[in-house]
């Protein structure tokens, strides 16, 4: 759907859970006076976590360097948002009037929505059975470089932008490349700097034969070194170029300055 009608949607939802909850909270508020109703706290507890859940994340994405808000943040106030609204509905006594007309409204867009994550269940699982998912997908336990990654010697050194992916497919240990900066902070690591580790490879290289392997497929990690500033500090030749990535050979004479 397009995501003006979803924006509109999720809006309107919003409106009226905050609306039910409230209105629970009030209710029950005035009924603690003359009875025991710590069970019907539960709503007002899931509304509170979500609203100090979103304003944790707030901030941490305002101290961290590189964290970004996406769709596996929002799974715990989803859950809670779901349990309040529920409990709620069960509870609901008001059979008239714009609350009725809530009521309806809320269990009509529940019954969509299970229909709608059944049918993304449905596909997704499909997608998965056919293409395999994350490192035991396809793409990976099919790619030309990863082929070529297994023909290295076997006591070779191996470092790489994706060196879990060449752990999980292969099962042969490989190491990251040099971090430029770490994710969280930003910056370069003080008790591990980017040149201590430059050195550190390049010593390595001396001792056995090391190899540098770069992925296409791995984005995410902008943190490390790339391709061409490898290349700029240590004397590399490329062994082997692929339609998803290249390997190259770290000599073991002095990088360039």
Known sequence: MPNSVRSIVFALFV????????????????????????????????????????????????????????????LPPYVMTVMAVTITLGGFKSTGGVSRVIHVGMVVFALAVLCSHSARTVVRSLDAYRSGIGYAAIEWT?????????????????YSNGPDAIAYVLKRQAFFIPARFQLRTGIEDPSNPFERQLSKLKDASKKRRAYIVIFDKVTWRFYRASESELNQHLSLVNVATKPDGRIYEVLPARGKE
Not at 55 to 71: D, G, K, P, Q, R
Not at 142 to 158: G, H, K, N, R, W
């Open 15 to 74: 409106i009226a859970a905050f609306g039910l909850i409230f209105s629970h909270g009030r209710r029950t508020l005035d009924r603690a006076r003359t009875a025991n109703v710590v069970h019907d706290f539960l709503p007002l507890m899931l509304g509170l976590f979500f609203l100090c859940y979103m304003a944790f994340m707030v901030l941490a994405t305002s101290i961290e360097a590189n964290l970004a808000l996406n769709s596996r943040y929002a």
């Open 142 to 158: 099919q790619s030309p470089t990863m082929v070529a990654v297994q023909e290295l010697p076997p006591d070779a050194l191996i």
